[in-house]
């Protein structure tokens, strides 16, 4: 008999559609969906709940409504480990943040960005003005950089940039200070080292809530893997065994499932594969798994 659960994607990514994809072809899951009901709910019973963990790498939340807590010990080491950049899972130590060393280019920024004045990034949500970042941080006169526009500020000079992910990498690697609630975009700032402000808006995540996301944070090379979730969708119909879920068990589980050696080998197949699209768009679309399956079934 199959389990019948509910998924919730609160936000329909490329990563949050192949897990959704996935769990639902699983043979053990009788699986609906349902929309989310905002970030602040957290799911209850047989409720599975997919949520984006950055902004940056696939890294996903994957939240069952009938997990038991965790102890505080446990929690927390849980926590630290979300907040670190190992959840990334590139390269041997974590993702290699090479935001530093990429230039912004000119034309991604409506206004122009100061060199001599501290940068600091708001939230597309955030409500705050730069005499309270510098009360906060210290920094003097720090010049605002939104992800959008934002014809209600009232900064000296702001500048709005076009939210690509290797414009906000960059970004932040440049920036003194992130003001966001906890998210996604404030994670992000944490692993790389950048001081997070928090805004406190009406949608900011409560304190119990960001323990549970970060505590059970898949890593991108997993989220990406449809082993990875048919793994999970046998967990859920045999009962969670609390060693085998969470951000720990998946990080080492990504480890070992991707060891340093493929690394090279993986991106330099992937390199090829894009170069070939850019030189040979329908000869790529031609050789693709995906469009020679759906031919066959097609026909």
């Given at each position: 008999?199959?389990?019948?659960i509910?998924?919730?994607?609160?936000?329909?990514?490329?990563?949050?559609?192949r897990?959704?994809?996935?769990l639902?072809?699983?043979?053990?899951?009788?699986?609906?969906?349902?929309?989310?009901?905002?970030?602040?709910?957290?799911?209850?019973?047989?409720?599975?709940?997919?949520?984006?963990g950055?902004?940056?790498?696939?890294?996903?939340?994957?939240?069952?409504?009938?997990?038991?807590?965790?102890?505080?010990?446990?929690?927390?080491?849980?926590?630290?480990?979300?907040?670190?950049?190992a959840?990334?899972?590139?390269?041997?130590?974590?993702?290699?943040?090479?935001?530093?060393?990429?230039?912004?280019?000119?034309?991604?920024?409506?206004?122009?960005?100061?060199?001599g004045?501290?940068?600091?990034?708001?939230?597309?949500?955030?409500?705050?003005?730069?005499?309270?970042?510098?009360?906060?941080?210290?920094?003097?006169?720090?010049?605002?950089?939104?992800?959008?526009?934002?014809p209600?500020?009232?900064a000296?000079?702001?500048?709005?940039?076009?939210?690509?992910?290797?414009?906000?990498?960059?970004?932040?690697?440049?920036?003194?200070?992130?003001?966001?609630?906890?998210?996604?975009l404030?994670?992000?700032?944490?692993?790389?080292?950048?001081?997070?402000?928090?805004?406190?808006?009406?949608?900011?995540?409560?304190?119990?809530?960001?323990?549970?996301?970060?505590?059970?944070?898949?890593?991108?090379?997993?989220?990406?893997?449809?082993?990875?979730?048919?793994?999970?969708?046998?967990?859920?119909?045999?009962?969670?065994?609390?060693?085998?879920?969470?951000?720990?068990?998946w990080?080492?589980?990504?480890?070992?499932?991707?060891?340093?050696?493929?690394w090279?080998?993986?991106?330099?197949?992937?390199?090829?594969?894009?170069?070939?699209?850019?030189?040979?768009?329908?000869?790529?679309?031609?050789?693709?798994?995906?469009?020679?399956?759906?031919?066959?079934?097609?026909?």
């Open positions: 008999m199959k389990l019948p509910t998924v919730q994607v609160s936000q329909l990514n490329h990563a949050a559609f897990a959704a994809s996935a639902r072809s699983h043979p053990r899951l009788q699986v609906s969906f349902a929309p989310g009901r905002g970030a602040h709910v957290d799911p209850r019973g047989r409720v599975l709940r997919i949520e984006p950055s902004r940056l790498e696939p890294v996903l939340t994957l939240l069952w409504g009938a997990h038991p807590p965790l102890e505080a010990d446990a929690l927390q080491r849980e926590v630290r480990l979300g907040l670190s950049a959840i990334l899972g590139r390269g041997p130590l974590g993702y290699e943040w090479s935001g530093r060393a990429q230039p912004l280019p000119d034309r991604a920024c409506i206004g122009s960005p100061d060199p004045r501290p940068w600091v990034l708001v939230a597309p949500h955030a409500r705050i003005d730069s005499a309270s970042i510098a009360a906060v941080t210290g920094l003097s006169d720090p010049q605002l950089h939104y992800l959008k526009p934002r209600d500020s009232t000296s000079a702001p500048v709005w940039w076009l939210p690509t992910r290797n414009v906000l990498l960059s970004l932040l690697g440049r920036v003194h200070a992130v003001v966001a609630s906890q998210g996604p404030a994670w992000d700032a944490a692993r790389i080292g950048v001081p997070v402000i928090e805004p406190e808006p009406v949608r900011a995540l409560p304190a119990a809530g960001v323990e549970r996301r970060l505590s059970c944070m898949v890593p991108g090379r997993l989220a990406e893997d449809n082993t990875f979730w048919y793994a999970i969708g046998n967990q859920l119909a045999d009962g969670i065994r609390p060693e085998d879920w969470g951000t720990t068990a990080t080492l589980q990504a480890r070992d499932s991707f060891p340093a050696s493929q090279p080998l993986a991106a330099s197949a992937w390199q090829r594969k894009l170069l070939k699209l850019r030189r040979d768009p329908s000869g790529f679309w031609a050789d693709s798994k995906v469009v020679k399956r759906l031919t066959r079934s097609m026909g």
